[in-house]
């Protein structure tokens, strides 16, 4: 159990382009989703949580009208990348959380962008 | 501030035991997690400690001390499977994880 999907797994796109990712919980309702970005050979940088239904909390330093996230069901959060550029090339991954107060979380396999 | 530190790189041989430390510094504390991250894969979960003490889980156990600020992954009869990135991750006050940067276990044979 515990399934969290994404898609797509990697995706090559032009500079000045949107990107959109999405995030799924398969097997369960995600009371929470993250997104994170991770570059080469570092760890996870937390970009934004959404609680569905409701606007994310984006982390500081994160520009939410560039990344723009939707949860609109408790299954489903999307993350859209808006005018991509080539400093936006990273690893995103996405995690779900059943909520309450371990708040383990699920990631997803990530997703790979490129911006040429 | 938040810190979490653990060491950037191991080598350990096929079939030895390793123990990978994390130390942290956060504002409260309402967990330790263990994840491992093979190359250009999404962590997976190993771990969860909140109370002081040992917790086995096969071939992995994890350990934590919360006065002392410490934990470490301890993985047993290592297998060339097991090279990967370790991440330590401690929950804050505010529910939020607080990632360390890996350590990056390599195993020879």
């Known amino acids: 159990g515990a399934v969290v999907s994404q898609h797509p797994s990697r995706v090559i796109c032009k500079s000045g382009t949107s990107v959109k990712i999405e995030c799924r919980s398969l097997?369960?309702?995600?009371?929470?989703m993250f997104w994170y970005r991770q570059f080469p050979k570092q760890s996870l940088m937390l970009m934004a949580t959404?609680?569905?239904?409701?606007?994310?909390?984006?982390e500081q330093g994160v520009e939410k009208d560039k990344f723009l996230i939707n949860h609109a069901s408790l299954t489903l959060s999307t993350l859209t990348v808006t005018s991509a550029h080539p400093e936006d090339s990273s690893f995103y991954i996405c995690?779900?959380?059943?909520?309450?107060?371990?708040?383990?979380?699920?990631f997803g396999p990530g997703t790979r962008l490129t911006v040429t | 501030g938040q810190n979490i530190d653990q060491p950037t790189e191991m080598t350990a041989t096929e079939g030895a035991i390793v123990q990978i430390n994390c130390t942290y510094q956060?504002?409260?504390?309402?967990?330790l997690f263990w994840y491992q991250q093979h190359a250009g894969e999404a962590p997976t979960f190993l771990s969860y400690?909140?109370l002081d003490g040992l917790e086995e889980k096969g071939r992995f156990s994890s350990f934590l001390s919360r006065s002392k600020g410490y934990s470490y992954l301890l993985l047993k009869e290592l297998q060339m499977k097991d090279s990967a990135s370790y991440l330590c991750a401690v929950m804050d006050s505010n529910y939020q994880l607080i990632w360390g940067a890996g350590t990056k276990l390599i195993i020879k044979p």
């Open positions: 097997d369960f309702q995600a009371t929470t």
């Open positions: 995690s779900a959380s059943f909520g309450g107060e371990i708040g383990e979380q699920y």
């Open positions: 400690n909140v």
């Open positions: 959404s609680n569905e239904g409701s606007k994310a909390t984006y």
């Open positions: 956060t504002s409260g504390f309402n967990g």
